[in-house]
């Protein structure tokens, strides 16, 4: 495993690429990737109908990105990915969906991408801190 700061770095980078498009599941995964013997592209296309909350505004893809990082890392109890998910919600009001997520961004004045990038980023330190 990498350092959280490096794994940040790949998020980061992923996030910035001009391009690719990395949806927030994607920029999860393919910063975990090869820990799981992955390569970027598998870990890209399992992520591919995960973002925009499964492309239909539900669940955040950070949190469903997040959720397939710990099953590849062997934390897959019900307690496990009930707490994953309750950290994540914790930090945004008890929202876990895309649209809500998005939607409360947006009254405050809040830019899209800059949002989505956060939600990767401390998801990736989420679970570099507390779930692998």
Known sequence: MKTKEEYLAKARELRDDPNVHYSCAQAV???FAEDFGLT?????????????????GSVC?????????????GKDSQQEAAAFSKAISDLHEGNLMCSDLLRINAERG???KPH?????????????DRFL
Do not use: H, P, W
């Open 40 to 56: 970027a592209e598998q870990a890209f296309r399992i992520g591919a109908n995960l973002g925009s909350g499964m492309k239909i």
């Open 61 to 73: 893809g950070v949190v469903t990105g997040g959720l397939i990082v710990m099953g590849l890392a």
């Open 116 to 128: 989505c990038d956060g939600m990767v980023y401390e998801t990736v330190e989420l679970l570099c």
């Open 110 to 112: 809040g830019s899209r």
């Open 29 to 31: 995964l393919v910063t």
